[in-house]
């Protein structure tokens, strides 16, 4: 008879791509027992706190290590159960748990009483786990709206948790460009989900987009992501909106495009721009985030939030030779963030915190 893994406590706020990803990972090594923290309203928040402390005392005694997936109002319990159970608490810092963009509401240090839950979140986690240095602490000159800076040591001066970067993973033999499909020249994708709440927009960069398109009639531009029968007041004619749509179709959209754009305010390590750079798109991205590190010189940059500057490099990138650019982007995101390599340095990092708390 086998022996029995040990347990994991695993907590999160949505049942994402990554979450789901990394759950696969720890399952190898882990009996993974799981919880979402998932209020359909503001006013339920405190009975689903309820149902995880009793989740947490039902199952804490057993545990070796907890995990969170963002820092937030979920992570706060498990934390402080793990402080207090001398059990390690890992804490994985993913991108809107790292800022505060007042000017439109957004991340987790924007709203005082959230940021506050994430501050002790981090101060009582054992180690915190970023998918990439930029959220730790990065100076911010995209557009002059907020903070100079960002990151959870920015908005946690004080914090003395210790932290590992473990970048994102992704598996290159499914993410492949489909080369039975002819790819447009002069098309740019993006891949946003909500957009068409006024806040996604301009959080992705969708009104910046909507405003190039209508500058560069020549290009077109796909967005991913749209709700039945929805349109944009005034959409150009050049650009098409695509529905929600699953992974293998995904991918051929991908093949079908030669940009991919990510021109948004704010970025962790984004999903689809790694998937659509393995897919054989060139990278058009914002200064923002870890997305200049990631894309490597591959693509194009728009420094600062500004349609004239975007107009320029868009009509630059349509008159450049960009094969090699498409080939290194796939090269790139193969090489230096595999699948396996997350998958290794995250059990490992938690191997190593168990043992430490043993």
């Given at each position: 008879?086998?022996a029995r893994?040990?347990?994991?406590?695993y907590?999160?706020?949505?049942q994402?791509?990554?979450?789901?990803?990394d759950l696969?990972?720890m399952e190898q090594?882990y009996?993974v027992?799981h919880?979402?923290?998932l209020?359909?309203k503001k006013?339920?928040t405190p009975?689903?706190w309820?149902?995880?402390v009793v989740?947490?005392l039902?199952?804490?005694?057993?545990?070796?290590?907890?995990?969170?997936m963002?820092?937030?109002y979920?992570?706060f319990?498990p934390?402080?159960?793990?402080?207090?159970a001398?059990k390690?608490c890992?804490?994985?810092?993913?991108?809107?748990?790292?800022?505060?963009?007042?000017?439109?509401?957004?991340?987790?240090?924007?709203?005082?009483?959230?940021?506050?839950?994430?501050r002790?979140?981090?101060?009582?986690a054992?180690?915190i786990?970023p998918?990439?240095?930029?959220l730790?602490w990065?100076?911010?000159?995209?557009q002059?709206?907020d903070?100079p800076h960002?990151g959870?040591r920015?908005?946690c001066?004080?914090?003395?948790?210790?932290h590992?970067t473990i970048?994102?993973?992704y598996?290159?033999?499914?993410?492949q460009?489909?080369l039975?499909l002819?790819r447009q020249?002069?098309a740019?994708?993006?891949?946003c989900?909500?957009?068409?709440?006024?806040?996604?927009?301009?959080l992705?960069?969708?009104?910046?987009i909507?405003?190039?398109?209508?500058?560069?009639?020549?290009?077109i531009?796909?967005i991913?992501g749209?709700?039945?029968?929805?349109?944009?007041?005034?959409?150009?004619?050049?650009?098409?909106?695509?529905?929600k749509?699953?992974?293998h179709?995904?991918?051929s959209v991908?093949?079908?495009?030669t940009?991919?754009?990510?021109l948004?305010?704010?970025?962790g390590?984004?999903n689809?721009?790694?998937?659509?750079?393995l897919?054989g798109?060139?990278p058009?991205?914002?200064?923002?985030?870890?997305?200049?590190d990631?894309?490597?010189?591959?693509?194009?940059?728009?420094a600062?939030?500004n349609?004239?500057?975007?107009?320029?490099?868009?009509k630059?990138?349509l008159?450049?030779d960009?094969s090699?650019r498409?080939l290194?982007?796939?090269?790139?995101?193969?090489e230096?963030?595999?699948?396996g390599?997350r998958e290794?340095?995250l059990?490992?990092l938690?191997?190593?915190l168990t043992t430490s708390?043993?």
């Open positions: 008879m086998s893994k040990p347990v994991l406590l907590f999160y706020p949505a994402s791509s990554f979450v789901v990803k696969r990972f090594q009996e027992r919880q979402g923290f209020p359909k006013w339920q009975l689903v309820l149902g995880q989740f947490l039902r199952h804490i005694w057993r545990a070796q290590a907890l995990v969170c963002f820092a937030g979920h992570s319990f934390a402080l159960f793990g402080k207090i001398r390690p890992l804490l994985v810092a993913g991108g809107t748990d790292c800022v505060a963009f007042p000017s439109i509401r957004y991340g987790v240090f924007a709203n005082p009483l959230l940021g506050r839950f994430a002790w979140s981090y101060e009582l054992a180690h786990a998918v990439h240095e930029k730790v990065q100076e911010y000159r995209y002059p709206n903070y960002q959870f920015f908005h001066p004080n914090l003395r948790t210790p590992t970048y994102n993973g598996d290159a033999d499914f993410w460009p489909d039975t002819t020249p002069n740019f994708l993006t891949v989900a909500g957009l068409d709440m006024r806040f996604t927009q301009r992705k960069g969708l009104d910046l909507l405003e190039v398109a209508a500058r560069v009639p020549e290009a531009f796909t991913v749209a709700p039945a029968g929805f349109r944009f007041p005034d959409q150009p004619v050049n650009v098409k909106l695509l529905p749509m699953p992974l179709d995904l991918k991908y093949s079908g495009h940009f991919y754009m990510q948004s305010m704010s970025e390590f984004p689809a721009l790694s998937e659509s750079m897919c798109c060139v058009v991205v914002s200064q923002v985030g870890g997305m200049v990631i894309i490597q010189g591959s693509g194009y940059v728009l600062q939030r349609v004239e500057l975007l107009e320029t490099l868009v630059t990138a008159t450049a960009n090699q498409a290194n982007a796939r090269n790139i995101i193969k230096n963030y595999p699948e390599r290794t340095e059990l490992g938690l191997r190593q708390f043993d």
